[in-house]
């Protein structure tokens, strides 16, 4: 088989492959990811045509929590991350001084991970469509890659309406398809995506539901021109470089996903 093909796989299993993937805590520890992030990096300012070091890697993950929190800026009193993963992210909002940072996860392993490493965040299991908080509770919400997990977007809009409280801001970083016409030549490229693992969400079906939802000021911006190049580097540089994912440049440059961030506000008018 082409190494740069993914291989085949049976129907998907979404909710098994979220299992696979994030409760052992293997995926952290792959050479592609380093530093527990486990993001594509924001690789803005890292020269590409050069060596690129483990350090160079983690201060890109890094780097995508900074973009999204510059977002969010002022950061606020109480922050909200869904889709903490192993709180290595919390610890990057942590530093911004949030008087209350809480995270969500649905894997209970992760959770644990999270209060291991962050114990000045609050931390619970619970899944993006069904916040474990109350109404009103949050001044930001963030989500840092891991949208492209979340089985229904529509009912993450409601639900980060929901625990936002009136005039709250929200942002989420990740790769979107650019419609759903997409969807087959993802599966067909990038294995993420073939085993279900992936969900080929469109940006724009996100955008209506954030507006749907009651969130005002939605807006997405490009931000693959600093993802996709770097990342590609990092597996070209890696112990593998003709594997199937150096295939997140080839769909990105066929204009069939792009890594955006989102934003978007709750009407300061608006109950809780």
């Not at 909002?93 to 996860?105: I, K, N, Q």
């Not at 949208?147 to 639900?159: I, K, M, N, T, V």
């Not at 939605?218 to 996709?228: E, K, N, P, Q």
Request: some cysteine.
């Amino acid at each position: 088989m082409d190494p740069a093909t993914p291989p085949r796989h049976p129907a998907p299993d979404h909710r098994a492959e979220l299992r696979r993937a994030y409760a052992t805590g293997e995926l952290a520890e792959l050479p592609v990811f380093a530093g527990g992030f486990i993001n594509f990096g924001f690789w803005r300012g890292v020269p590409l045509d050069g060596p690129l070091s483990a350090e160079d890697r983690v201060a890109s993950q890094a780097a995508l929590y900074d973009l999204v929190l510059d977002a969010l800026s002022p950061t606020g009193r109480s922050t909200l991350e869904v889709g903490c993963g192993q709180g290595v992210g919390t610890l990057r909002v942590l530093l911004r001084s949030p008087s209350r940072c809480a995270g969500v996860d649905q894997e209970p392993e992760q959770v644990e991970r999270a209060r291991a490493a962050a114990p000045e965040g609050e931390f619970a299991v619970g899944s993006a469509g069904a916040l474990p908080f109350g109404d009103g509770e949050f001044e930001r919400l963030l989500s840092v890659e891991a949208a492209q997990h979340f089985d229904d977007l529509g009912a993450f809009a409601r639900e980060a309406a929901r625990v936002l409280s009136p005039g709250g801001r929200l942002a989420v970083a990740t790769f979107f398809a650019a419609d759903a016409s997409a969807a087959p030549e993802l599966s067909r490229l990038l294995a993420t995506f073939a085993s279900g693992l992936d969900l080929p969400h469109p940006i724009g079906g996100f955008l209506d539901r954030l507006r749907e939802a009651g969130f005002g000021d939605v807006a997405a911006t490009s931000v693959g021109g600093h993802v996709w190049r770097g990342l590609d580097r990092w597996l070209e540089l890696g112990p593998a470089p003709e594997r199937w994912d150096r295939n997140w440049l080839v769909a990105a440059e066929r204009g069939l996903l792009d890594y955006h961030l989102v934003t978007a506000t709750k009407p300061a008018g608006s109950g809780a």
